[in-house]
């Protein structure tokens, strides 16, 4: 499962325990996590029966990542081969399968925060390719903040100039798939628009389900031989979240 929890002292209380009952998955990635370990509830800043890494920015309140795992964890990477102050990355071994948690910067609030963004999207594919080569299942999934196609959004015609929607990170993201990353989401869906996985708060966007599809699982080959059924959950984000969580079955050996 990944899933931008939009806080995640807010998500506890929210429900977020109940849903991760329902829906057992096995290892969870979770972006936007706005919080140091110390700082939640007990006894989430070690989970019970979980293993779990963290990798919160530095700025207190802001961005970080984390990864919970049913079985032991191997780190292999925080960040894109150098600093990772905002806490976006975290790339590790679990399972049986390489996972990458990441969480994207949004460029919606400023002409340098979409610097940010882009100059992270340029790192981004030259730091994935090496990962996406290996003979082992590695697994990029969480917050992209691109919507891809015209698909991913409801109204794409009025979001060509704004960011996540932009004609340069929509190229990005399509030279990721011509590069042999898989999208299992889109594959499943083909043709049709949606699912998306994030909506505004404001016009009755989730009610109406008119919203985004930010929130990705990228595959490499031996990944894409062994993973089935994904699905966004967006019954279960109701109330805890802005983002859906989105599933993926993969087969271990």
């Known amino acids: 499962m990944t899933w931008n929890v939009n806080g995640l002292r807010s998500a506890l209380k929210k429900g977020l325990p109940e849903v991760l009952k329902k829906t057992r998955p096995q290892v969870v990635l979770l972006q936007e996590v706005r ?3 110390e700082d939640l509830p007990a006894p989430w800043a070690d989970p019970p029966r979980w293993h779990v890494v963290w990798n919160p920015a530095e700025k207190p309140g802001y961005s970080g990542t984390a990864i919970w ?34 969480y994207l910067p949004s460029g919606s609030s400023s002409e340098a925060r979409q610097t940010v963004k882009d100059r992270m999207l340029d790192e981004f594919t030259a730091w994935a390719e090496p990962w996406r080569k290996k003979s082992e299942p590695v697994c990029l999934a969480g917050d992209f903040n691109v919507a891809p196609t015209e698909r991913d959004i409801y109204h794409w015609k009025s979001n060509q100039k704004t960011s996540g929607f932009l004609p340069h990170e929509r190229a990005w993201f399509a030279d990721l798939l011509q590069r042999g990353w898989y999208d299992p989401v889109r594959d499943q869906a083909g043709e049709h628009d949606g699912p998306y996985t994030w909506w505004s708060n404001r016009g009755q966007a989730r009610a109406l389900d008119r919203g985004w599809r930010i929130d990705h699982w990228l595959l490499n080959e031996a990944a894409k031989c062994r993973s089935s059924r994904p699905n966004v959950h967006r019954e279960h984000s109701l109330g805890v979240s802005d983002h859906a969580p989105v599933t993926i079955d993969l087969e271990i050996n």
Do not use: K, N, Y
């Not at 795992?69 to 102050?85: H, T, Y």
């Open 35 to 37: 919080a140091f370990p």
């Open 69 to 102: 795992s049913r079985s032991p964890i191997e780190v292999l990477e925080r960040g894109l081969g150098g600093p990772d102050q905002e806490g976006r990355v975290i790339v590790a071994r679990t399972g049986g399968v390489v996972v990458g948690c990441l």
